[in-house]
Nanobody
Framework: VQLQAFGGGLVQTGGSLRLSCAASGRTVSGYALGWFRQAPGKEREFVASITWNGDTTSYADSVKGRFTISRENAKNTVYLQMNSLKPEDTAVYYC?????????????????WGQGTLVTVSS
């Protein structure tokens, strides 16, 4: 499975961005998907996860209420809608596939990773 994330860019505080992650090589409809991020000088951290059918989601406390993860299995794509962005959201954002049905927050639960897309939030 290859994952390609895109949609990052430069946005002002309070703005919005929508990240997309397209999968190729096989269908991902039977697997959970997630987003992680890595800020400069920090370790990569969990952002959001979604079950195989989109019925259940999980979010880091730092983004709850501002970010929304969703998926379109017909397009083999997962999205991350980011609203009310803050400078501390600046990071490289990675999408990942968890080879199970349900959400997960641990990086070691994910088997496939995209290359990352940079989000920069200016103050």
């Amino acid at each position: 499975v290859q994952l390609q994330a895109f949609g990052g860019g430069l946005v002002q505080t309070g703005g919005s961005l929508r990240l997309s992650c397209a999968a190729s090589g096989r269908t991902v409809s039977g697997y959970a998907l997630g987003w992680f991020r890595q800020a400069p000088g920090k370790e990569r951290e969990f952002v959001a996860s979604i079950t195989w059918n989109g019925d259940t989601t999980s979010y880091a406390d730092s983004v709850k209420g501002r970010f929304t993860i969703s998926r379109e299995n017909a397009k083999n794509t997962v999205y991350l809608q980011m609203n009310s962005l803050k400078p501390e959201d600046t990071a490289v954002y990675y999408c990942a596939l968890r080879p199970f049905l349900w959400v997960g927050v641990g990086q070691n639960e994910y088997a496939y990773w995209g290359q990352g897309t940079l989000v920069t939030v200016s103050s």
